[in-house]
């Protein structure tokens, strides 16, 4: 029955979304396939932007981590609102940019802005490594579906099948289906926390969602307070304001958000989507809770694997039916966001990578060759699934602090004219030596304890930056410059 069931609303959910972009006019150019034709309205916009947030990373990695770690997790809790605050401000910037000079990707806007084909090959690469890392997360999330629902499947076979299942939704469809399939997936979510959470006190001997929560604290004290469960981790207050920090401004410069921004309608669809976006933060309060029923019921977790522990113990106490209609779910929490991440990568590469080297490339050639490339960036991103063990929290941090390298240029770019070219160059380089040089994380660990190192490479990379712009002759003004 779980796998019937699981089956039943994968396959229902991709022919829904399938017949759903069909009826709309066929993909013929980058823009239609990448962007959805700058069309998306509120109702739709809302979705795919929720989709974003509302992955595998908010659901089986916060509930791993409350189970892990307790209070750590409350990082979701301030990071969703933080962005959106962020995004209400840059994301009509971002849009009005796409919309004015026809942009496509994150690098077009790079390379157009601060008139460097170079740059944008550069920005390019940084961003499709970021997104392979992200891909990363929702493979391994799909891949604990398909060992659950299968059974013992080689963990390099699951995550082959996962990669599969990503392909072949968005290859055929584009980020219209992804669109519809986020609204699936968010609703049978919804639906099924609220079930899950109103269950969930008699599973593990509490009185009511907020008994549990008390149950947790006088069971295993100092689960509710910072630094949690395992203070030898340094996830103390500190870690958790500036991680927060950092996710916020690294949030909307990932590629895909960025690339999400140019499918807007207008910019009022943007600026309504960020005011009510904060309301999906309230939904951690019951994941969280989730996670703290898991430890209290001590679930049996394999492997001692956090990103398995609400998995497990939704197996484990609920009759079949409830698991089968949950991974289901968590297959779409999975697919859609990981569609349209090597959505974004495929067009990134294409555009900004292919085209810059064979200029008489044409539109449908350089579609053929998107798609293409995300095969070889889902390969990458199972070999790093198989290859790691990191909890679902921990690789998306990293995904941010890899992609926080590129946000002063953006920030840069709509702030101070005289920013350039080589100065954001100079400013990526030093960020991402101070972020992965092993001498420059002891420095860190010994004068920054328990900081986010992704908001400190950033901050040297801010500053690189200005410094070598300031040194630099001024850049002369010119019409093509994104600086709407």
């Known amino acids: 029955m779980i796998l019937a069931l699981t089956l039943a609303i994968l396959l229902g959910t991709i022919v829904g979304a399938t017949l759903y972009s069909r009826r709309q006019e066929k993909a013929k150019t980058m823009a239609d396939w990448a962007v959805g034709g700058r069309r998306f309205g509120i109702l739709i916009f809302w979705f795919l932007n929720a989709g974003e947030i509302y992955t595998t990373f908010a659901?089986?990695?916060?509930?791993?981590?409350?189970?892990?770690y307790?209070?750590?997790?409350?990082?979701?809790?301030?990071?969703?609102?933080?962005?959106?605050?962020?995004?209400?401000?840059?994301?009509?910037?971002?849009?009005?940019?796409?919309?004015?000079?026809?942009?496509?990707?994150?690098?077009?806007?790079?390379?157009?802005?601060?008139?460097?084909?170079?740059?944008?090959?550069?920005?390019?690469?940084?961003?499709?490594?970021?997104?392979?890392?992200?891909?990363?997360?929702?493979?391994?999330?799909?891949?604990?579906?398909?060992?659950?629902?299968?059974?013992?499947?080689?963990?390099?076979?699951?995550?082959?099948?996962?990669?599969?299942?990503?392909?072949?939704?968005?290859?055929?469809?584009?980020?219209?289906?992804?669109?519809?399939?986020?609204?699936v997936k968010d609703i049978l979510m919804l639906v099924i926390v609220i079930g899950l959470c109103i269950t969930v006190a008699g599973k593990v001997g509490a009185t009511s969602l907020l008994d549990v929560y008390r149950l947790a604290q006088s069971t295993f004290p100092g689960i509710g307070r910072f630094p949690g469960l395992n203070p030898e981790a340094g996830l103390s207050t500190t870690w958790l304001m500036t991680s927060a920090l950092n996710v916020a401004l690294g949030n909307w410069i990932l590629p895909h958000m960025f690339q999400l921004?140019?499918?807007?309608?207008?910019?009022?669809?943007?600026?309504?989507n960020a005011i009510f976006q904060p309301l999906y933060s309230l939904s951690y309060f019951f994941i969280i809770a989730l996670g703290f029923a898991a430890l209290l019921a001590n679930t049996p977790v394999p492997g001692g694997d956090s990103n398995a522990?609400?998995?497990?113990?939704?197996?484990?106490?609920?009759?079949?039916?409830?698991?089968?209609?949950?991974?289901?779910?968590?297959?779409?929490?999975a697919l859609v966001p990981g569609s349209v991440l090597l959505l974004t990568a495929g067009s990134i590469f294409g555009r900004n990578v292919v085209l810059p080297l064979k200029p008489d490339l044409s539109d449908r050639a350089m579609l053929l060759v998107s798609r293409g490339s995300m095969l070889a960036f889902a390969a990458i991103a199972v070999w790093l699934a198989v290859g790691g063990s990191r909890s679902l929290v921990e690789i998306g941090l990293s995904a941010y602090a890899a992609?926080?390298?590129?946000?002063?240029?953006?920030?840069l770019a709509f702030l101070w004219p005289r920013a350039q070219a080589v100065g954001v160059m100079a400013g990526i380089a030093t960020g991402y030596l101070v972020l992965l040089h092993p001498a420059a994380t002891d420095f860190w660990n010994l004068h920054f304890p328990e900081w986010e190192h992704g908001l400190l490479a950033m901050a040297v990379n801010a500053a690189v930056t200005i410094l070598v712009c300031l040194v630099m002759p001024q850049p002369a003004l010119a019409p093509s410059r994104s600086s709407s």
């Open 70 to 183: 307790g209070a750590p997790a409350y990082l979701a809790l301030t990071s969703v609102s933080l962005s959106a605050t962020l995004g209400y401000l840059l994301m009509p910037r971002i849009w009005a940019a796409g919309k004015a000079r026809n942009l496509v990707t994150q690098a077009d806007f790079f390379a157009d802005h601060y008139r460097a084909t170079w740059l944008g090959v550069v920005v390019g690469l940084a961003g499709i490594a970021a997104l392979v890392v992200y891909v990363q997360i929702q493979i391994v999330a799909l891949s604990l579906i398909v060992r659950l629902t299968i059974g013992d499947v080689p963990p390099l076979a699951a995550a082959g099948i996962a990669a599969a299942m990503m392909l072949a939704f968005v290859i055929f469809a584009g980020l219209r289906s992804a669109a519809f399939a986020a609204g």
């Open 403 to 411: 992609i926080g390298m590129l946000a002063p240029g953006v920030f």
């Open 309 to 333: 522990a609400l998995l497990s113990f939704v197996a484990t106490s609920y009759p079949a039916w409830v698991v089968g209609l949950f991974t289901g779910t968590v297959c779409l929490l």
């Open 261 to 272: 921004c140019y499918a807007a309608g207008n910019a009022d669809t943007i600026r309504r």
């Open 59 to 68: 659901v089986l990695g916060i509930s791993g981590f409350a189970w892990a």
